[in-house]
C-alpha cells in the first residue's frame, strides 16, 4: 500500500512537469499535449498509430510498470467515501511519469527561501490530523486481535454476512457505475451531441447529493409506497415488498451514487485522445467500429479500471443507500454493522468497532491494490500535436444518442427527485397526491417549527465553513512546501494527507471516537459529544480536497516571480502576502467552495460523532427517516438537494477564475 | 469571489458565537418522535420563559447508548431523560445516574406510575397493539392472527434492538401463555420482519409495503386521522404498555430546570398537551384523545419488572437469535 501511494505522490506535482519541460525544451512541443517530449522524439505519432492498430500492446507498455492513468476528480469522490490514491486531483489528463532525478533537475526543486520553521509546523499538523487517529485505530483494532476476541467476532455469523453483503454490494454497485459511467464518458468525449456542459453537470449531481438523499428519493419512487406511483395508478399492490430493500437494490443505488467517478474517470482519459489517432485510422480505411475496439477502447481501459476501483471502494465505505436500504430488510453492511453496534452498545464495543472499521481498510486497499496491478504494464498513453480531441460525428444516430442520454438522467436523477418531492407534500402516508390532498404541513414543520432544521442548517454550515476556510491554513503553507520541495520527507507528507481521504468516512470517524472517547490528556478538556470532534474528523478527511485546487495553483505559479521577490529581500511571508495569495486566490476560493460542497452534506462521520445540539443536516434527514417522519425528511432533502444544486451553479457560474480542472464536471 | 469568501466567514463566525450560546440551555434527551418531541419543548419554553431546551431524538436503546458512552467519557450531556420505558429507568437508577427529586404532582398519580424515590415519573400510557391497512384481505383481532398464513411476509414489527417500547412488548408477550417465544418463532417462520422503530412500521403498513404490523398506539392513530388508509387493534389478549418515563440525571448541570420540565409535564397541562398530541394521559381525570376506546376498556397485559430488568440482555439475544441480527 505504501509503496503504492509513494508512487503516486508526484501526482501532485503534474504541472511542475509541465513547466520542468517548458524549461528543458521547446517550448512549442509541450504546449497543448499532455504527453512527454521523450516519447514523441522516440516513438513519433505514426509509430504509436500503428502499435494502436495492433490493439495489444503499445510503444513504452510494459517499461513504465508502476504508472497507472491520471484520472481526474479526488474532488469528485463521492461525499466522505474513499477513491483511490491513483487519482490525481486534476481535470485534466496528466500521466506521472518522471524519474525522481528528473525531479531533481527541476528549477523549483532548487528555489530557496523556505524558512526552517515551515516544515516541522506543516509536518506537526498533518501528523495531527491524519498519523494519530490511524495510529491510535490500528493500536486498538490490534489490542482486540491479540486478546482473542478479535478471532471470535470475525468468525459470527453477523460479520461475515456483514462482509459477503458489503463485497456483493460494492461489486454490484461497481458493475453498474461502469456501464452508466462508460456510456456517458464516452459520449460526452468523444461525441458530436448537444447539451454536453449540461449533460455532464447533471450526470454529476447524484454525486453531490447525500447518498442517504438519494436512496430516499429512489424509495419514493418505488415500490408500493411510492406517492408518485399511486398519483399515477402505477402502484404495485399491497403486501408486495420493497424492491430496493434488498442487496440489489443497494446495488443499483451504489451504482448510480459512484456512476460521475467512472464517468470522470473515463471522460478524462479520452479526452486526452488526439484527434490525430482517430483520423489517421479512418484515412487508412478503418470502420467506425474498428477505431473504437482498437484505438478507443484499449486508450480508455486504464480510465475503466481506475473508475472502477474508486467505485468499488466507494461502495464498500458508503453508508447513508446501505443503511436506509438495509437496515429494514435486515440487510447489514460493514459500514452499517459498526454503526448500529456503536448506536446500540455504545463504546463497550470499541475493540470490537476497530476490528471491523480495520477490516473495511483493508478491503478498501486490497482494491486499490488489485487496481494498481490490473494496470501494470498496460500503460496507454497517447500522444499528438493537434491539441484537438477526437470526435465521431454520430450522424444520424445523434439523436438517438441524446435520447438514451436524456432517458437515463431522468430515469436516475429526474424521476426519484419528482419522486421526493411529491413524499415531501402528501398529508399522510399512504395518500396519492393530487391537487387536492397536496399539503406542505412537512414543510411547514421542518421551517418554522422543528428546532431541529435550524440546528442542522447551523452546525453543518459552521462545520463546512470551518472545515473550509480552516483548512487553507494548512494547505497554503502545505501546498507551498510540497510544490518547492521534493524528496522523501514530501512524497512522505503526501501520503499522510491523502490517506484519510481515501479510507472510508466510517473508519476514520471510529479512529476519531478511539481517540477523543476519553479526555484529552493534560488539559482534561472533553472533545466526545461536542462540535469540534466532528469538525477535527472534518479537517483530517477533507485536507486532501481542499490542497488540490491550492495546489494546482501552486504549480501553475512561475516560480521566478517569488524568486524575484525574494532577490528583493521579502522574507516567506511577505512574498505568501504580495506575491502567492494574489495568484493562488482564485484556487483558494474553488477550494473553499468545493469542501463546503462536500462537508455540508457530509452523514457518515457525523452519523457516529454527532451529540446533543450538533446534528449536522445528513444526520438529521437520516434520524427524520427512521423516526417514521419521511414526509419530513424528503421535505429537508428536497432543501438540501436546492442547496447542493445552487452552490453547484455557482461553482459553475466563477468556473472561469478558476484553475484548470478543478471543477470536476468540467473538462 | 471575496464576497462568497467572506460570507462563508461570516457563517463561520455565526456558528462559533451560537455554538457558544447554547451552554446554558437545558439539554433534553427523548425518545419520542420528532415532531412531539419539539411540541412539548415549545410548550414548556412557553410555560417557563428564559429556559432553552436543546433536545436530541434518537430510539431509546441509541440514546441510552449515547448517554452511556458520554457517562464513560465523564462528560455527560443530556440533563433530563424522557425516554419509553421504565424498566431501562430502573436500571439507570440501580447505576445511581438518576437524581431523585419529589414532584409535587406526583400526589394527582396512581402510586404504580412513578418510583417511590422519586427518580423517574410515568408521563404517559403508550400501548403496542395491531395496526393494519384498510386494503388487507383480513381483519385481525388479536395476535395470533398476525401468525396466519393470511398474513405471511405481510407482517413488520419494530426491533427491540433500537425501540424500549418493542423490547417490553416482546417481554410482555413471550411471558403470556399460549404466546411465549414459539409465537415469535411462528411469526418469524411467516415471514415477519423485525427492523427499525415503531416508525419505520407505521410507514410499511400505511404505504401498503406490508398489511400488517405492531406498532405503538397514538402513531397509527393519529396517522389515520390524517387520511392515511390504516386502522389500528387493541387485541383481544390484551395490549403490552409502556409509559414513558421523565427522569433528572444526576450530573444535570441545570437541575432547577430539569425540575420545573419534570413538573410540566406531570401537571394538568402537561397532561393535556400529551392527549393532545394523541397519547393516553398518565394522570387521572385527563380525558383520553379521540379515536381511542374508552379508559377501562383497554385491556393492559402485567410486565414483571423486575424480571424484565433481569432478562433484558437475554431476551434481545434471543430475539435476534429468531429475527436475525440489527
Known amino acids: ?667 | 469571489m471575496k464576497t462568497i469568501i467572506s460570507a462563508v466567514a461570516a457563517a463561520a463566525i455565526a456558528g462559533l458565537l451560537s455554538t457558544a450560546a447554547q451552554a446554558e440551555s437545558l439539554i433534553l434527551y427523548t425518545s419520542q418522535p420528532n415532531e412531539d418531541a419539539q411540541a412539548t419543548v415549545d410548550a414548556f419554553e412557553a410555560a417557563n420563559p428564559g429556559v432553552e431546551v436543546e433536545w436530541v431524538r434518537e430510539g431509546t436503546t441509541k440514546i441510552m447508548a449515547k448517554l452511556m458512552a458520554e457517562i464513560e467519557a465523564g462528560n455527560p450531556a443530556a440533563d433530563v431523560l424522557l425516554i419509553a420505558d421504565t424498566v431501562t429507568m430502573q436500571r439507570l437508577k440501580e447505576a445511581g445516574h438518576l437524581m431523585p427529586y419529589k414532584s409535587p404532582e406526583a400526589a394527582a398519580y396512581d402510586a404504580a406510575l412513578f418510583d417511590a424515590d422519586g427518580a423517574y415519573y410515568s408521563t404517559k400510557m403508550i400501548t403496542t397493539g395491531i395496526i393494519y391497512n384498510t386494503a388487507a384481505a383480513m381483519k385481525p383481532t388479536g395476535w395470533q392472527d398476525l401468525a396466519k398464513p393470511e398474513a405471511k411476509g405481510l407482517v413488520t414489527m419494530p426491533s427491540p434492538l433500537t425501540s424500549g417500547a418493542a423490547l417490553i412488548h416482546a417481554q410482555t408477550l413471550t411471558a403470556i401463555d399460549g404466546l411465549g417465544w414459539d409465537y415469535y418463532k411462528a411469526l418469524a417462520g411467516n415471514g415477519a420482519t423485525a427492523a427499525g422503530g415503531n416508525g419505520g412500521v407505521l410507514k410499511a403498513v400505511a404505504t401498503g409495503e406490508k398489511a400488517y404490523g405492531m406498532v405503538v398506539d397514538f402513531m397509527a392513530i393519529r396517522e389515520k386521522a390524517r387520511g392515511a388508509p390504516v386502522e389500528f387493534v387493541f387485541p383481544a389478549e390484551g395490549v403490552s404498555v409502556v409509559t414513558e418515563p421523565v427522569a433528572i440525571l444526576k450530573t444535570a448541570k441545570n437541575a432547577d430546570a430539569a425540575k420545573k420540565f419534570v413538573d410540566f409535564l406531570l401537571s394538568v397541562e402537561g397532561q393535556k398537551l400529551a392527549s393532545k398530541m394523541g397519547y393516553i394521559p398518565a394522570r387521572d381525570g385527563v380525558a383520553l384523545p379521540q379515536g381511542f376506546p374508552a379508559r377501562e376498556t383497554i385491556k393492559v397485559l402485567p410486565v414483571d419488572a423486575a424480571a424484565a430488568v433481569k432478562n433484558a440482555e437475554a431476551d434481545l439475544k434471543t430475539f435476534s437469535g429468531v429475527f436475525g441480527t440489527n
Not at chain 1, 488489485?370 to 477526437?390: C, E, K, T, V, W
Not at chain 1, 507528507?493 to 481517540?515: K, M, N, Q
Open chain 1, 1 to 667: 500500500m505504501l509503496s503504492k501511494l509513494r508512487k503516486n505522490v508526484s501526482r501532485f506535482p503534474v504541472q511542475n512537469r509541465r513547466q520542468t519541460e517548458s524549461g528543458q525544451a521547446p517550448a512549442g512541443k509541450s504546449a497543448g499535449a499532455c504527453s512527454g517530449t521523450d516519447e514523441i522524439a522516440r516513438g513519433g505519432r505514426f509509430g504509436r498509430l500503428r502499435l494502436a492498430f495492433g490493439g495489444e500492446t503499445l510503444e513504452g507498455a510494459g517499461r513504465r510498470g508502476e504508472a497507472s492513468p491520471a484520472v481526474p476528480g479526488r474532488i469528485a469522490k463521492e461525499l466522505n467515501h474513499p477513491s483511490s490514491p491513483d487519482v490525481t486531483e486534476d481535470g485534466l489528463r496528466k500521466p506521472r511519469r518522471l524519474a525522481p532525478q528528473e525531479h531533481g533537475s527541476s528549477p523549483q526543486a532548487t528555489a530557496g527561501g523556505e524558512p526552517g520553521w515551515l516544515l516541522p509546523l506543516v509536518f506537526c499538523l498533518v501528523f495531527l490530523l491524519s498519523a494519530l487517529p490511524l495510529i491510535r485505530l490500528g493500536w486498538a483494532g490490534l489490542g482486540g486481535l491479540t486478546d482473542g476476541e478479535g478471532a471470535k467476532l470475525l468468525l459470527e455469523p453477523a460479520t461475515i454476512a456483514a462482509l459477503r453483503n458489503t463485497l456483493l454490494a460494492a461489486t454490484g454497485g461497481m458493475a453498474v457505475s461502469l456501464v452508466l459511467g462508460t456510456l456517458f464518458g464516452f459520449a460526452l468525449a468523444l461525441t458530436d451531441i448537444r447539451g454536453k456542459l449540461f449533460l455532464s453537470f447533471a450526470f454529476m449531481l447524484p454525486m453531490m447529493i447525500p447518498p442517504q438523499v438519494t436512496a430516499l428519493a429512489w424509495v419514493e419512487m418505488s415500490g408500493p409506497s411510492s406517492p408518485l406511483l399511486k398519483t399515477l395508478g402505477l402502484a404495485p399492490p399491497l403486501g408486495r415488498p420493497q424492491p430496493l430493500y434488498s442487496l440489489s437494490g443497494i446495488a443499483l443505488l451504489l451504482g448510480v451514487q459512484h456512476a460521475p467517478l467512472v464517468f470522470l474517470a473515463v471522460k478524462a482519459g479520452l479526452a486526452a485522445i488526439p484527434r490525430d489517432g482517430v483520423e489517421a485510422a479512418r484515412l487508412a480505411g478503418a470502420s467506425p467500429l474498428r477505431v473504437f475496439r482498437d484505438i478507443l477502447l484499449p486508450l480508455g481501459s486504464p480510465g475503466l479500471v481506475a473508475g472502477a476501483a474508486i467505485a468499488f471502494v466507494s461502495g464498500i465505505g458508503n453508508f447513508g443507500i446501505p443503511a436506509i436500504l438495509g437496515i429494514p430488510a435486515s440487510i447489514e453492511t460493514l459500514p452499517t454493522l459498526i454503526y448500529s453496534r456503536l448506536a446500540s452498545f455504545g463504546t463497550s464495543t470499541f475493540g470490537e468497532i476497530a476490528i471491523l472499521s480495520t477490516l473495511i481498510a483493508v478491503i478498501s486497499a486490497a482494491g486499490l491494490l488489485l487496481q494498481q496491478r490490473m494496470l501494470q504494464g498496460r500503460d496507454y498513453r497517447p500522444l499528438g500535436l493537434s491539441g484537438a480531441s477526437a470526435a465521431f460525428s454520430l450522424g444520424r444516430f445523434r439523436l438517438l444518442v441524446e435520447g438514451l442520454l436524456w432517458g437515463v438522467l431522468a430515469l436516475v436523477l429526474a424521476a426519484p427527485l419528482l419522486a421526493l418531492v411529491a413524499s415531501s407534500l402528501v398529508p399522510a402516508y399512504g395518500v396519492p397526491l393530487t391537487l387536492e390532498t397536496v399539503s406542505f404541513r412537512a414543510y411547514g414543520e421542518i421551517l418554522c417549527r422543528q428546532s431541529l432544521t435550524l440546528t442542522a442548517f447551523r452546525n453543518s454550515l459552521f462545520l463546512a465553513s470551518a472545515a473550509a476556510v480552516g483548512l487553507l491554513v494548512i494547505t497554503v503553507p502545505a501546498g507551498y512546501l510540497l510544490a518547492r520541495r521534493k524528496g522523501a520527507l514530501a512524497n512522505f507528507l503526501a501520503i499522510l494527507i491523502e490517506v484519510p481521504y481515501a479510507l472510508p468516512g466510517i473508519v476514520l470517524a471510529v479512529a476519531f471516537v478511539l481517540l477523543f472517547a476519553a479526555p484529552l490528556p493534560l488539559v482534561g478538556l472533553s472533545l466526545y459529544g461536542t462540535v469540534w470532534i466532528i469538525l477535527a474528523a472534518y479537517f483530517s478527511s477533507f485536507l486532501a480536497v481542499s490542497l488540490k485546487p491550492v495546489m494546482s495553483a501552486m504549480l501553475q505559479m512561475d516560480p521566478s516571480l517569488e524568486e524575484a521577490a525574494r532577490l528583493a529581500g521579502a522574507g516567506l511571508l511577505r512574498r505568501m502576502r504580495d506575491v502567492l495569495l494574489p495568484v493562488i486566490a482564485p484556487a483558494a476560493g474553488a477550494s473553499v467552495i468545493l469542501v463546503f460542497l462536500i462537508a455540508a452534506n457530509e452523514l457518515t462521520v457525523s452519523a457516529l460523532l454527532w451529540s446533543a445540539g450538533t446534528q449536522t443536516l445528513g444526520v438529521a434527514i437520516f434520524n427524520l427517516d427512521d423516526s417514521g417522519s419521511s414526509d419530513l425528511a424528503s421535505a429537508l432533502s428536497v432543501l438540501v438537494v436546492l442547496m447542493v444544486t445552487a452552490l453547484m451553479a455557482a461553482l459553475e457560474i466563477s468556473a472561469r477564475y478558476m484553475p484548470e480542472g478543478v471543477l470536476p464536471w468540467r473538462n
